[in-house]
C-alpha cells in the first residue's frame, strides 16, 4: 500500500514545492518588472543632487517636451518589439511626416495632420504586409523603409535644400507651443496614449494575441490566433506613432527640418529594453518603456547641465548604459529559468 499510496503523494507534494517559485527568482522577477523605475529614481536623485537647477520646473518642463515625442515613438517600438520584431525605419519616418505636415500645413489643420498621418500609416502596412505575407526579415524590410522614407523626403526638399515652413496663423503652431498649466500639449497627447496603449496591451484581444505571437509566433497560429494580421496592425501602428511624433515636433518647431530623426531609432530600441522589455519578444510593458525614455532624458539633460561634454557623450553613455542592462536581464533570466 506504501508502494502505491504514500509515495505519489510525498512525490506530488515535491513537485508542487519546486514550481512555487523562491525569493531569488521573485527578486530577479521583480527587478525585471520594476528595474526601470528603481533606475529612473536613482538617477533623479543623483542629477538633483549634483545640479541645483536640474530640479528647477522650466527644466523639468523641458525633460518632459523633450521626452515626449520619443515616448510616441517608443510606444509604438514597444507593440513591435514585444510581437517579437523590430522596426528600424522610425527615425526616418518620423522626419518624413514632419516635412509633411509643414509642406501640407498650407491647406489648414486637417490636411497637415492627415496627410501625413495617412503615409507613415501606408508605410506602416507595407512593411507588415511584406514581413507576415512573405516571411521576409523585419531588419531588412524597416531598413528598406527607413532609405525608402529618407530619400521621399529628400525627393520632396530638394535634396535637403528647402525648408517649409508653417503659416504664421496656422493653427498647428498651437497645438506644438500651447501649454495646459505650464506643460506643453505633447506632454499631455504622450500621457494619453501611453496611458492608452498599457490598456490596450493587457486588457484587450490585441494586446493578448501580440504577447502570444512575440512568445512563440508557430504556437499561437496553431491556436487559431491570426498572426498576419496582428504584425500587420503592429507595423501600422508603429509607423503612425512616429508619425504623429513627427507631426507634433514641425507643430513646435513651426517647420520640417529636414536633419531630424537620424538613429531615434536606435534610441527608441535603446529606452524599450532598458524598459525591461524582451528583444525576443513576448515579454514586456508600457511603464518601462516611459520609464526607459525618461532616464535617457535625464542623461541629456545631465550631459547638457555639466556643458563640456559634447552630445556624443550621451551616445556613449547610452550604449555603455544600455549594455549593462541586457547583461542585467539576461542573468535575470538565467537565474529565472535555473531555480
Keep these: 500500500m506504501n508502494d502505491t499510496g504514500t509515495e505519489p503523494i510525498t512525490h506530488a507534494r515535491g513537485q508542487m514545492r519546486t514550481m512555487r ?16 523605475l528603481a533606475m529612473l529614481a536613482v538617477s533623479f536623485l543623483a542629477a538633483a543632487v549634483t545640479f541645483e537647477s536640474f530640479t528647477s520646473l522650466d527644466n523639468l518642463t523641458g525633460i518632459a517636451i523633450q521626452s515626449s ?12 518589439i514585444i510581437g517579437g520584431g523590430i522596426d528600424l525605419s522610425v527615425g526616418a519616418v518620423f522626419a518624413l511626416a514632419g516635412v509633411l505636415a509643414a509642406y501640407a500645413g498650407r491647406w489648414g489643420l486637417l490636411p497637415a495632420l492627415l496627410v501625413p498621418l495617412a503615409v507613415c500609416c501606408l508605410i506602416g502596412l507595407v512593411h507588415g504586409f511584406l514581413i507576415a505575407r512573405t516571411g521576409m526579415a523585419p ?27 508653417l503659416p504664421a496663423d496656422s493653427p498647428m503652431l498651437d497645438l506644438g507651443r500651447g501649454t495646459l498649466f505650464d506643460v506643453g500639449y505633447p506632454v499631455y497627447i504622450a500621457a494619453g496614449l501611453g496611458i492608452s496603449a498599457a490598456i490596450a496591451l493587457q486588457r484587450s484581444r490585441y494586446g493578448q494575441t501580440l504577447y502570444a505571437v512575440g512568445g512563440n509566433e508557430d504556437a499561437a497560429g496553431l491556436m487559431g490566433v491570426p498572426v498576419a494580421r496582428v504584425k500587420i496592425a503592429t507595423y501600422a501602428l508603429s509607423a503612425t506613432l512616429a508619425g504623429l511624433a513627427g507631426v507634433l515636433n514641425t507643430a513646435r518647431l513651426g517647420s520640417g527640418v529636414t536633419i531630424l530623426g537620424v538613429g531615434m531609432e536606435l534610441d527608441a530600441i535603446a529606452a524599450v529594453v532598458i524598459g525591461g522589455t524582451l528583444l525576443a519578444g513576448g515579454a514586456g510593458g508600457i511603464g518601462g518603456t516611459i520609464c526607459g ?9 545631465v550631459i547638457n547641465q555639466i556643458g563640456t561634454l559634447t552630445s556624443s557623450a550621451q551616445s556613449v553613455v547610452s550604449g555603455a548604459f544600455l549594455t549593462v542592462v541586457v547583461v542585467a536581464q539576461t542573468y535575470l533570466g538565467k537565474v529565472r529559468r535555473l531555480r
Excluded at 21 to 36: F, N, Y
Excluded at 141 to 147: P, R
Aim: glycine residues 10%; charged residues 10%; proline residues 2%.
Design 139 to 165: 531588419f531588412i524590410v524597416t531598413l528598406a523603409g527607413l532609405l525608402a522614407a529618407r530619400g521621399l523626403m529628400l525627393a520632396l526638399t530638394d535634396e535637403g535644400a528647402e525648408t517649409y515652413l
Design 21 to 36: 517559485p523562491s525569493r531569488a527568482e521573485k527578486a530577479a522577477g521583480l527587478a525585471q518588472r520594476h528595474g526601470a
Design 293 to 301: 525614455v525618461l532616464i535617457l532624458g535625464v542623461i541629456q539633460n
Design 69 to 80: 515625442f520619443a515616448v510616441i515613438i517608443a510606444l509604438g517600438m514597444t507593440f513591435v
